[in-house]
């Protein structure tokens, strides 16, 4: 029998929710998780039965208790937390994002709990014959200094998302996927961020991301809290969700800027040595970070930008992008442009590699033309973010050609592919330089 106090906490748990769209996404998780994982990852993420029910069931009639019974169903999301990865992670990651908000308003990291889900579990086994006197809370000190958990000087890696969409890994993979709906990007202790993709065009696989969310776990030891930020088509803003633009210490912080208002944010967390871009190109939105090589293996991280999309979800733009004129006219009878006149426009936007090949495909397939600029950004940032490694990538990219071009014709472009414009190289430097003064001096 579930106590009154059981149901009001149950009541004011669902009323979060329902503050962060959780109706929304709960009606919309079934769809997402067709479009987006395996049937069987799907069904093995059983939040509500494994972990909410539980928590639900527990009788928590005082302070103590229900900070020990949200204790233990952190521990239960923690303990599944592989097995909800995918798009059936967007209930998992919101429910596991809010159990920390109702810790924090109940005080618990005020209260001395046992570290162990048996000690905590024997809490509930207790009968209240004499009544339990709860312990003394302790006061928490102040946190002063931020620890820097990784040094300006480590390897970093580097991720990029942009187009229909077009995905560049930490491992320098290179696909273009369909991941409609809600799937998350990085996720690890430190970090989460998920993007939304939404399909463009009718009786098409063609999606784009309209919104992103990122969320910085807090971190005790750097003086962090929790906070989130949004990013939504129309609306880019320049602070978190509570308003405020930095959490941590003056000494090393994690930050919001406005590199260039309406248009890209930049978010450093110092911390963890990572940094962040979100930019806005007509209604859609790309995304950049640059984070240390030890976060982003497959042992400490996960999501798209560490695993790569799933292989059901790889779109071959290669091979669109090999078909002659009259092949591409049987595959897209509704395409509103050539094959030459999409290259054409490409190469007026200056942007050659990877960044050429994922706009003519994003041309092609939807006929937007904004989606030149979102290339155009795209190599820009990613320039900034990882100068070395786009020039590298820029010099051994082939662009991909018509299977019937002549063996002269496929020189000729391959050479032209593998050695970027002294432009490009110039825009490097330049961009490398400012993004070290805006390191020194902000």
Not at 27 to 32: N, R, T, Y
Not at 112 to 119: I, V, Y
Request: proline residues 4%; positive net charge; hydrophobic residues 35%.
């Amino acid at each position: 029998m579930v106590s009154n106090t059981g149901t009001i906490l149950a009541c004011e748990f669902l009323l979060l929710l329902i503050c962060v769209d959780f109706i929304q996404v709960t009606i919309a998780f079934p769809a997402l998780a067709e479009q987006g994982g395996s049937k069987k990852s799907n069904s093995s993420c059983q939040v509500q039965p494994k972990c909410t029910d539980p928590y639900v069931q527990r009788e928590a009639d005082t302070a103590f208790k229900l900070c020990a019974s949200l204790k233990l169903y952190k521990l239960c999301l923690d303990r599944i937390r592989k097995q909800c990865r995918g798009s059936g992670g967007i209930y998992y990651n919101t429910v596991r994002t809010l159990v920390p908000v109702l810790m924090r308003n109940h005080k618990c990291d005020n209260v001395t709990l046992p570290e162990k889900e048996k000690g905590l579990l024997n809490i509930f086994k207790k009968r209240q014959m004499q009544g339990n006197i709860p312990p003394k809370p302790t006061v928490k000190p102040k946190c002063t200094r931020t620890k820097r958990l990784y040094s300006k000087s480590e390897e970093k890696k580097y991720c990029g998302l942009f187009g229909d969409p077009h995905l560049r890994t930490f491992e320098d993979a290179k696909q273009t996927c369909v991941v409609e709906g809600a799937w998350p990007l990085v996720e690890n202790h430190f970090l989460i961020v998920q993007v939304t993709n939404v399909p463009l065009v009718d009786g098409s696989s063609a999606t784009a991301t309209n919104k992103i969310t990122v969320i910085i776990q807090e971190n005790k030891d750097s003086c962090v809290q929790q906070k989130i930020y949004k990013a939504k088509s129309g609306a880019l803003p320049a602070a978190f969700d509570d308003g405020t633009s930095t959490t941590g210490t003056s000494e090393c912080s994690v930050r919001i800027l406005e590199v260039e208002k309406n248009s890209l944010i930049h978010i450093r967390l110092c911390h963890i040595g990572t940094d962040i871009y979100v930019r806005q190109v007509s209604q859609y939105l790309t995304f950049h970070i640059r984070m240390p090589h030890a976060l982003t293996s497959e042992d400490f991280s996960m999501g798209l930008c560490v695993n790569g999309c799933p292989k059901q979800q790889i779109i071959d733009y290669r091979e669109l992008l090999s078909f002659t004129e009259r092949r591409l006219a049987k595959v897209l009878p509704r395409k509103k442009i050539t094959r030459r006149e999409a290259k054409k426009k490409c190469q007026d936007s200056n942007v050659t590699g990877f960044y050429l090949d994922s706009c003519m495909f994003d041309l092609l397939t939807t006929g937007g033309s904004n989606f030149t600029l979102a290339a155009r950004s795209a190599l820009d940032d990613a320039f900034v973010m990882d100068p070395v490694g786009t020039v590298k990538d820029l010099r051994n990219y082939n662009v991909t050609i018509p299977k019937d071009a002549s063996e002269t014709e496929t020189k000729q472009k391959h050479s032209s592919a593998s050695s970027p414009s002294f432009c490009l190289v110039s825009h490097c430097l330049i961009a490398s330089l400012w993004f070290v003064l805006l390191h020194r001096f902000i």
